[in-house]
């Protein structure tokens, strides 16, 4: 069946989300979300959103504070441009109805994170991304212009190329999950907001959709991706058997968190000058460094000299999840380990969301800004989110549909129903545990070699079984997976330096000059 809206947007975290209210006052909405509205990274965001809020703040600090952590290749225009926006977009969530925490005196309480010289994160408790989402998807139900398809995930865009024209995007085909159905969605503009790709790693802080579907799809028609060799490792992700994927948020460092070895020392002097709160990249390389030499399983974040009161009203999620693994973060240490958190680059695109494709756009974590450069700055994600939603949604007004007359509906051909699922489960776990091994927080020629000659072979096989069988989540997302694999690979090849969270043995020196890794599909069959 065929749907024409003005805008589909694939994805419903904080981008998406936000794209789809300011859109819809010009134009019909859909949003399509592969799971629940709220599996999204979004949901998961403990820290906050950064702005420039504080008396003490301004603009050139927080420019300033993103530059540094970037490592030389934010564009400034960019950073500069999201910063001076910034305060007026975490107001206007204030007004939607976010109950961002206040101070007594009714002023926001802000919290401070690893790069930040200034206390400039608006939060609420610790779970900041739940109550944007929350407040979000509300607003959106109340929207009779936007309609939210759950369960649909997207199988790949439509493209005017493959109807003799330019790279042009019109949509999507689109798989509902529960009837099978592959639905054909005909849109002006197509927006992807379709978050991070975590998952490519096996130790992640990411939610189970994080798997670059936006990424990959967008390569598949041409558009250009890049920097995707900057996969930022967070260092604190809790370490215990039942724990999977939880975070423990930079702000506990921000409040006075110290980060020791098993032996109670403290190491972080050793490695920059801000010690705990030294950048992400630093921290999550020193602690993996410790980590190797010690062969110890993790290190520990250290609240028990902090008031206990303060410690479980200001975290009370962290305080709680813990509890129920018998640790009690006022007193004792808190075991943690580094794991991937945030892809740096994504698919290229200009100050208003537009890609190098027409009429696809990007927002939030799927996008390459500029804004992160070679490492992102703890809790600018959000605010990018907000900030280049409100511009897309501006920009997209413009679009002029260009579509073929006829559109043909998605053809299975020959494929049957998979009678080999295992052969996903087995290729899902190899690329994971090889990506993390082999591209990691330390790489080298030779481990990224190894990752190339494997993840080759494994697309084959994933290719084979794609065209093969029906269809399904499963499979859709391995493939993307794969592909986004294989891309980080191929970027971290090229970048021969060691520059924000691209750090190999081969190169530890950073190039005179900075450049952005970029790749775009010029020739041959999509992959
Ligand atoms: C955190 O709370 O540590 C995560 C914040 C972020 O990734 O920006």
């Known amino acids: 069946m065929t749907y024409e809206v003005d805008y589909l947007v694939i994805g419903s975290g904080v981008a998406g989300l936000s794209f789809a209210l300011r859109a819809a006052e010009h134009g019909r909405v859909l949003i399509a979300t592969k799971k629940c509205p709220d599996d999204t990274a979004t949901n998961w965001a403990q820290g906050g959103i950064a702005a420039v809020l504080g008396d003490d703040d301004s603009f050139e600090d927080h420019v300033a504070d993103t530059l540094k952590v970037g490592d030389g290749l934010c564009r400034r225009?960019?950073?500069?441009?999201?910063?001076?926006?910034?305060p007026a977009h975490v107001r206007a969530l204030a007004e939607m109805g976010v109950a961002f925490a206040r101070s007594e005196d009714g002023k926001l309480d802000l919290g401070r994170e690893g790069g930040h010289t200034r206390r400039r994160v608006a939060h609420y408790k610790d779970v900041t991304g739940r109550e944007i989402q929350r407040a979000l998807l509300a607003a959106v139900a109340a929207h009779d212009r936007i309609e939210l398809w759950d369960q649909h995930i997207a199988v790949d865009l439509l493209s005017m190329a493959k109807y003799g024209g330019e790279a042009a995007c019109f949509g999507a085909y689109v798989l509902d999950t529960a009837s099978g159905e592959v639905k054909t969605v005909v849109a002006r503009a197509t927006v992807l907001a379709t978050g991070g790709a975590g998952k490519v790693y096996i130790y992640t802080s990411n939610p189970d959709v994080a798997t670059g579907d936006g990424i990959a799809m967008a390569y598949r028609i041409g558009a250009q991706v890049a920097n995707l060799e900057f996969m930022q490792f967070h260092p604190t992700v809790l370490y215990h058997p039942h724990a999977k994927s939880f975070l423990i948020s930079e702000a506990l460092r921000g409040e006075g968190g110290v980060l020791r070895l098993g032996n109670g020392a403290t190491f972080m002097e050793n490695y920059h000058p801000q010690r705990?709160?030294?950048?992400?990249?630093?921290?999550?390389?020193?602690?993996?460094?410790?980590?190797?030499?010690?062969?110890?399983?993790?290190?520990?974040?250290?609240?028990?000299?902090?008031?206990?009161?303060?410690?479980?009203?200001?975290?009370?999620?962290?305080?709680?999840?813990?509890?129920?693994?018998?640790?009690?973060?006022?007193?004792?240490?808190?075991?943690?380990?580094?794991?991937?958190?945030?892809?740096?680059?994504?698919?290229?695109?200009?100050?208003?969301?537009?890609?190098?494709?027409?009429?696809?756009?990007?927002?939030?974590?799927?996008?390459?800004?500029?804004?992160?450069?070679?490492?992102?700055?703890?809790?600018?994600?959000?605010?990018?989110?907000?900030?280049?939603?409100?511009?897309?949604?501006?920009?997209?007004?413009?679009?002029?549909?260009?579509?073929?007359?006829?559109?043909?509906?998605?053809?299975?051909?020959?494929?049957?129903d998979s009678n080999d699922a295992i052969v996903v489960a087995l290729n899902w776990d190899e690329i994971r545990r090889f990506m993390w091994s082999y591209l990691g927080i330390v790489r080298s020629d030779k481990r990224v070699e190894r990752a190339r000659r494997r993840i080759e072979l494994l697309r084959q096989e994933i290719n084979e079984y794609y065209w093969d069988f029906k269809v399904n989540a499963d499979i859709i997302e391995l493939r993307n997976l794969a592909l986004v694999a294989h891309l980080i690979i191929d970027s971290a090849r090229r970048r021969k330096e060691s520059r924000g969270l691209h750090y190999t043995l081969d190169y530890p020196d950073k190039r005179a000059e900075p450049s952005d890794t970029t790749l775009h599909l010029t020739h041959g069959p999509p992959p």
């Open 77 to 86: 225009e960019i950073v500069e441009m999201t910063v001076r926006e910034g």
């Open 276 to 416: 705990s709160l030294a950048p992400r990249d630093v921290v999550a390389r020193a602690i993996d460094n410790e980590l190797k030499k010690s062969g110890a399983d993790s290190v520990y974040l250290d609240m028990t000299h902090l008031d206990g009161d303060f410690v479980r009203a200001r975290f009370p999620t962290i305080a709680a999840r813990c509890a129920a693994l018998g640790i009690d973060v006022t007193q004792s240490p808190i075991p943690v380990v580094p794991a991937a958190h945030y892809m740096c680059g994504g698919v290229v695109t200009d100050a208003a969301g537009h890609t190098t494709v027409r009429n696809l756009y990007a927002i939030g974590e799927t996008a390459c800004t500029g804004l992160h450069g070679a490492c992102r700055l703890a809790s600018n994600s959000l605010l990018e989110g907000v900030v280049f939603a409100a511009r897309a949604a501006d920009a997209v007004a413009a679009a002029e549909l260009l579509r073929p007359a006829q559109v043909a509906a998605w053809s299975s051909g020959d494929a049957t």
